[in-house]
């Protein structure tokens, strides 16, 4: 298996401009999470989905933030307008629960490097 | 409540040393305890889980210890090697939720 595959790994935008990140899960996961890494903040949660629903969006910053799971192997984190203070790594991971158990593994994705001027 | 506190926030170890890094937790919902590794430039793996029903877990030089009355737990890391130098991230998870993850520890080994 290939993983969690993002894309793209590095992106430089100027503020104002929107900006689409991408996400294609591990097969047959049925968790997918989003998250944003600074050394402030270290990681934060922004948005998970459990069979391409969103059960939990608290983490979204504000409104300029959206997220999408059209279907089981892909994903969209979408900044409009972006910011320099959106300036950070995201990244996707994906996971199944076992049989009885808690969230289990979380498998992360490499990450997009985001720089907004 | 739904907090993991961590600390230190960075680390320096001697090689051959042991790196301990704790973390702290309020809310007793909790039953799945997470460590993740995470290297420069990728993304947090998973290193070594715990369930609240065992004090101990070990594999190979890395080592959980869970104290469920003082809602604590910590990594041990035994024989550090340079190798180990990452970010390290404890978590916790409430039953078929999202994990909370700590700030995060940057442990550096000394050649």
């Known amino acids: 298996d290939a993983g969690v595959i993002q894309s793209p790994r590095h992106e430089v935008t100027e503020m104002g401009q929107e900006v689409t990140l991408r996400c294609k899960p591990i097969?047959?996961?049925?968790?997918l999470f989003w998250y944003r890494q600074t050394m402030m903040r270290g990681l934060e949660l922004l948005i998970y989905?459990?069979?391409?629903?969103?059960?939990?969006d608290s983490g979204m910053p504000e409104d300029r933030f959206s997220a999408k799971m059209p279907n089981a192997s892909f994903s969209t984190l979408k900044i409009q307008p972006s910011e320099p203070r959106d300036s950070a790594v995201y990244f996707c991971?994906?996971?199944?629960?076992?049989?009885?158990?808690?969230?289990?593994?979380?498998?992360f994705g490499p990450g997009t490097r985001l720089t907004v001027l | 409540q739904q907090q993991v506190k961590q600390s230190p926030q960075s680390l320096i170890v001697q090689k051959g040393g042991i790196s301990i890094i704790n973390c702290a937790y309020e809310?007793?919902?909790?039953?799945?305890f997470p460590w993740y590794q995470q290297f420069p430039g990728k993304g947090p793996a998973l290193l070594i889980a715990?369930?609240?029903?065992?004090s101990e877990k070990k594999e190979g030089r890395f080592t959980i210890s869970f104290n469920k009355s003082a809602k604590q737990f910590s990594l041990h890391i035994m024989d550090s090697q340079p190798g180990d130098s990452a970010t390290y991230f404890c978590?916790?998870?409430?039953?078929?939720?999202?994990?909370?993850f700590g700030k995060g520890t940057r442990l550096h080994i000394l050649p």
């Open positions: 097969s047959g996961h049925d968790y």
């Open positions: 809310n007793t919902a909790f039953d799945y």
């Open positions: 991971a994906s996971s199944t629960p076992l049989s009885g158990g808690s969230t289990d593994t979380q498998y």
């Open positions: 989905f459990n069979n391409n629903v969103p059960i939990d």
């Open positions: 978590a916790a998870s409430p039953y078929r939720d999202k994990i909370i």
């Open positions: 715990i369930r609240p029903d065992v």
